[in-house]
DNA sequence: GTCGTTCTGACAGTCACTCTCTCGAACGAA
DNA sequence: TTCGTTCGAGAGAGTGACTGTCAGAACGAC
């Protein structure tokens, strides 16, 4: 049912992904080209921008963005959007999401640490992330008109307000090591926004 | 005083400019290329580069990104920051910037609305735009820890939240045709926002 | 097995962008 | 005014991301 060819398009993409890590991590974004990176995952370089578009989709590449609208709607309450973000953090980030590798050394490993430490080094990357929070945005702003109490453009302005204070949030994580949850760091770093929609 | 040099350098600036929106305008972001401008420009490529940096920066250059973090100060009240926005926009909004010529026919001149439709139709200017966003929140977060009711965390949050949200008001009024004055769409789409910083 | 479809790799071309170097013109001080 | 100094402009070459097109091969359905 999977698809034979969906199955290998998947495990080359992430075969594509983690030699590119690897090689970012050992000389530099900037310092690797993307035939370097298609020769090392045994595919064509036209293969790497089917796959992920752009050098910096490599890294920002992200299941958000091929999430079907219900389920999105499943995941985000309207009434305490900031609530649900924290949760789907959360639930990404507890186990099973570091491959899947036994325990041990999680340093080297593929938790989220490993690609995001690019989003906040690495301006061009930076720039695709932010584009990646903005096309979140335009998917969720409509969800967020459920009580009746925002217009669209409001749940517009609201949706950015979410995303990029996420990313924020994100930043700040960063910026501290990236060693404790990201969780604790929305919830601390989104409070006040919640004031808008406290009752 | 003002210096010969950095006399000529901003009028070169400004016909640079001109000329790619006009080149823009005509034939699309796309099929013009940085040689183009600069022939038209009567300058050499090399000082496209050097003042925009990049393409996308001839549409984006901003002058919030190089006014001194004492004059943003000024402009910016911690207390409703929303309001301060606000008020910017509309001094901003008001006659003298369309250039300077008289008046008369301004649907082709410099009204903001001549580069920001690009923000909207091109996606790697959108990108660059929500780059400036970014840059642009990085230096308002320390202006909003004021009150001493947020962190720095959440100031950071808040700047995203508000840079990015005036980012969205723009789309609308974009969307809208751009026609009614930016101000209104800012007022009315942060309006939930003012919510944080209600007493 | 056979056919139509879809994915892959190869290839060539474009152009944004970087780096380096040289020259001339503006600046500050005598 | 004049003389160093400094700064910016232009020229040129190079790199590599990205885009198309195309032929061939693997897949899926029958």
Redesign the interface.
């Known amino acids: 049912m999977a698809g034979l060819r969906e199955q290998w398009r998947r495990t080359a993409m992430r075969t594509i992904q983690e030699r590119a890590l690897d090689l970012f991590d050992e000389r530099g974004f900037g310092a690797v080209t993307i035939e370097e990176i298609a020769a090392a995952a045994e595919v064509s370089p036209s293969s790497v921008y089917r796959y992920f578009g752009t050098k910096e989709g490599l890294l920002v590449a992200d299941e958000f963005d091929t999430m079907s609208p219900a389920a999105l709607g499943e995941l985000l309450d309207p009434a305490d959007p900031v609530g649900s973000l924290v949760e789907v953090v959360r639930r990404y980030e507890a186990p099973q999401h570091g491959a899947d590798d036994g325990p041990g050394d999680r340093s080297g490993t593929d938790g989220p640490w490993r690609r995001v430490r690019y989003f906040f080094t690495e301006p061009s990357v ?3 992330a ?2 990646a929070m ?1 096309r979140a ?1 335009a998917r969720i702003a409509p969800l967020l008109e459920g009580g009746g109490t ?1 217009d ?3 749940a ?6 979410l ?3 996420y ?3 994100l ?2 994580w960063h910026d501290d090591g990236g060693t404790r949850p990201i969780a604790g ?1 929305v919830t ?6 919640r ?2 929609w ?1 009752s």
């Open positions: 930076r720039s695709a932010l584009a903005d945005a925002v669209a453009a409001q517009r302005v609201l949706a950015h307000a995303t990029f204070g990313f924020a949030a930043e700040t760091y601390a770093g989104l409070a006040p926004l004031r808008v406290a």
